[in-house]
C-alpha cells in the first residue's frame, strides 16, 4: 500500500488526499493552520461572517463529480444554487450593468445599456471563448500538461491559437466598441492575478465558462465545501494534523526522505512514507531551482471585511465599481508596482443570500482590490494600510448616486488583511493569490507541474500548480496529481 503524506489542508490539499485514500494508500494530512481550507477560510466577528477568499463558485460540476468519484452525492453534503446575477457592474458615470446568469436576458441587458451591436460583440466574442474552452480541455484541463499533446497536425494548429500573442484586451478590442464593455471582459484575466493588456487571448475561457456553467453560490457559504471536505476526511478515516509547519525536508538523492515540522510541542520529523505532497510551492528547497528566480508574481489582494449597519438595495451579492482607467491600474500593479492610484473595488455580501451572515437589517461586505505582490517591496504597516482603506473608502463615495457618501458611516467596523497577512496565513509566494502570474506564456510554462523534477517522490497540487488556480481547477489539479502518484493519470 503506499504511504503518502499530504502538507497543506488547503482545497488541493484535501482533495488530492481523498483521490489518494480512494485509491488505496495510506493518507496523512499535515497543516500549518488550526484550520482546513487555507485561502477557503471563515472570519467572525460581532455577529457578522464572511468568507475570506473565494466567493463566487462556477463549474460546478467539477465538484459534483469529485463526489462521485469518491462514492458519494454532493448534495449530501453542500446546497448549492445559481444566482440570478453573477455580478453587478458600476461605473462612476452612472452606467449599470447586470450580467444575467440566464443568456437571453443578458443579451437584453447588454442591448439596452450598450446597444444591439455590441450584443452581437459579446455573443461573437463568447464563441471565441468557447474555441479556448474546447482546445484548453483537450490539451491540460484533464490531465497532466505536456508538449506532446501539441505534436499532432491538429495540435500544432491548436498552439499557433494558444501562442498568436493576442491578449486578453486584443479579444476585447476585437468584439467591442464600448470601452465599459471591453473593461467587464478584461476584468475576467483577474479571476487568476494576471493583467488583461498581458495575459494571453485563450483566458476568454473564463467569461465563457463563467456563462455555460452559470455563477454558484454555496448555501451557508463557500466554506462549507473546506467543512465538506474535513468530514469526507473524517469519514474515510484520514487524519489531519494541524499547527504543523512544514519547516524543512532532507533528500536522499533524488527522493525525499523525511519532513520535520515545526509543532506547538517543538518539532517532530516524519519519514515513514514513500510519496509527499505539497499543497503550496513556498518552500525554496522543494521549489524547482528557477522557481523563485521569476519576477512576474501574480497580483496579490487588499481586502476589508466591513460590517455595514444598513442594507444597500442598490447591491446584489456580487458587485464591481470600476477605476476610471483600467489600464492605468494594471500598469500600477505590474508594471510601476505600486498600488494603484485609481482602483476597481469588488464588494461581495452574502448576507444577500444568506441573510443570518449579518445582523438583522445589516451587511457583510468583503471588500477586494487588486495590489500588487511583496515582491514590488512596498511596505505595509499601520499607517500605509489605514491609507489606502480610507482611499478605497473614498472611491466607493465617489459613486455618488449608489452610497450619497455614507460607505464610512454605515461601517460598524473594517478589519483589513493585507498582502503581509497573505504570506503569514497562507505562506503565499509574495503575498500573491495565484502564486506565478500568468502574464505570458512564458510564465505559465513556468508554473509547477504537478510532479516535481528535482524529486521523484514529490508532487504538487493546488492553485499555485499546474493547472492553475480558482476552485474547479483546484479540484482537478487534486485528481490529476493522485492520478500521477496512483499511476492512472490519463495521458492526454
Ligand atoms: C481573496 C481571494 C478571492 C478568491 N476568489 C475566488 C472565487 O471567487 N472563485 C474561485 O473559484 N476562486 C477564488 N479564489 C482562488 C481560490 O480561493 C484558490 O485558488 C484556492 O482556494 C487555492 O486552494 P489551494 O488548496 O491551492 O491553496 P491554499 O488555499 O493556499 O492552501 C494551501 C495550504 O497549505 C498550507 N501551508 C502553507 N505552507 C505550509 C507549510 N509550510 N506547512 C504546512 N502547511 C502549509 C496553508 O496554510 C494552506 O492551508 C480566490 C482567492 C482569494 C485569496
Not at 216 to 234: D, F, M, N, Q, S
Not at 365 to 374: A, C, D, K, Y
Amino acid at each position: 500500500m503506499k504511504k503518502a503524506v499530504v502538507c497543506g489542508a488547503g482545497i488541493g490539499g484535501l482533495a488530492t488526499a481523498l483521490h489518494l485514500k480512494a485509491g488505496g494508500a495510506d493518507v496523512r494530512v499535515f497543516e500549518k493552520n488550526d484550520y482546513a481550507g487555507g485561502k477557503m477560510g471563515i472570519f467572525k466577528k460581532s455577529g457578522y461572517r464572511f468568507d475570506t477568499g473565494p466567493s463566487l463558485l462556477t463549474m460546478p460540476h467539477v465538484l459534483r463529480d469529485f463526489f462521485r468519484s469518491l462514492g458519494r452525492n454532493m448534495e449530501d453534503y453542500i446546497e448549492i444554487e445559481k444566482l440570478e446575477i453573477s455580478c453587478r457592474y458600476f461605473w462612476e458615470d452612472g452606467t449599470v450593468l447586470n450580467w444575467y446568469s440566464d443568456h437571453e436576458r443578458l443579451n437584453d441587458e447588454i442591448s439596452d445599456v450598450f446597444g444591439n451591436d455590441e450584443a452581437e460583440g459579446f455573443r461573437k466574442a463568447m464563441n471565441y471563448g468557447k474555441l479556448f474552452y474546447e482546445l484548453s480541455n483537450d490539451a491540460f484541463l484533464e490531465g497532466e500538461f505536456k508538449l506532446r499533446n501539441f505534436v499532432s497536425a491538429q495540435g500544432l494548429k491548436n498552439a499557433g491559437k494558444f501562442i498568436s500573442g493576442r491578449s486578453m484586451n486584443d479579444v476585447s478590442n476585437k468584439f467591442f466598441r464600448n470601452p465599459k464593455l471591453k473593461q467587464l471582459w478584461n476584468r475576467f484575466a483577474t479571476y487568476n492575478g494576471s493583467s488583461p493588456y498581458l495575459s494571453p487571448q485563450f483566458f476568454s475561457i473564463i467569461p465563457y465558462t463563467e456563462h455555460l456553467y452559470g455563477p454558484w453560490y454555496v448555501k451557508g457559504g463557500i466554506y462549507r465545501i473546506a467543512e465538506a471536505l474535513v468530514e469526507l476526511c473524517t469519514e474515510t478515516g484520514i487524519e489531519i494534523s494541524f499547527s504543523h509547519r512544514l519547516k524543512h525536508s532532507d533528500s536522499r538523492g533524488s527522493v525525499i526522505s523525511s519532513l520535520t515540522f515545526e509543532t506547538p510541542g517543538g518539532e517532530s520529523t516524519v519519514s515513514d512514507f514513500d510519496t509527499a505532497v505539497l499543497n503550496f510551492t513556498s518552500m525554496q528547497e522543494t521549489a524547482s531551482d528557477s522557481y523563485f528566480k521569476n519576477d512576474d508574481w501574480s497580483s496579490s489582494g487588499f481586502i476589508m471585511f466591513a460590517g455595514m449597519k444598513s442594507s444597500n438595495e442598490a447591491l446584489t451579492h456580487h458587485n464591481i465599481f470600476f477605476s476610471q482607467n483600467y489600464e492605468n491600474e494594471f500598469l500600477d500593479i505590474f508594471e510601476r508596482q505600486r498600488n494603484p492610484a485609481d482602483m476597481t473595488v469588488y464588494v461581495s455580501i452574502s448576507s444577500k443570500s444568506d441573510s443570518q451572515h449579518a445582523p438583522p437589517g445589516c451587511e457583510n461586505w468583503f471588500m477586494l482590490v487588486n495590489v500588487p505582490s511583496l515582491y514590488s517591496g512596498f511596505e505595509w504597516n499601520s499607517e500605509s494600510t489605514k491609507e489606502y482603506s480610507n482611499r478605497i473608502f473614498d472611491k466607493l463615495n465617489s459613486f455618488t448616486y449608489v452610497f450619497d457618501n455614507s460607505v464610512l458611516n454605515s461601517a460598524e467596523f473594517a478589519e483589513t488583511f493585507t498582502p503581509l497577512d497573505f504570506v503569514r496565513v497562507y505562506g503565499s509566494e509574495y503575498g500573491s493569490i495565484y502564486g506565478l502570474s500568468s502574464n505570458s506564456l512564458y510564465t505559465l510554462m513556468k508554473r509547477p507541474k504537478n510532479r516535481s523534477a528535482k524529486f521523484s517522490n514529490l508532487y504538487f497540487c493546488g492553485g499555485n500548480s499546474h493547472p492553475g488556480g480558482g476552485v474547479p481547477l483546484v479540484f482537478l489539479s487534486g485528481r490529476i496529481t493522485a492520478g500521477l502518484i496512483l499511476g492512472n493519470q490519463r495521458t492526454a
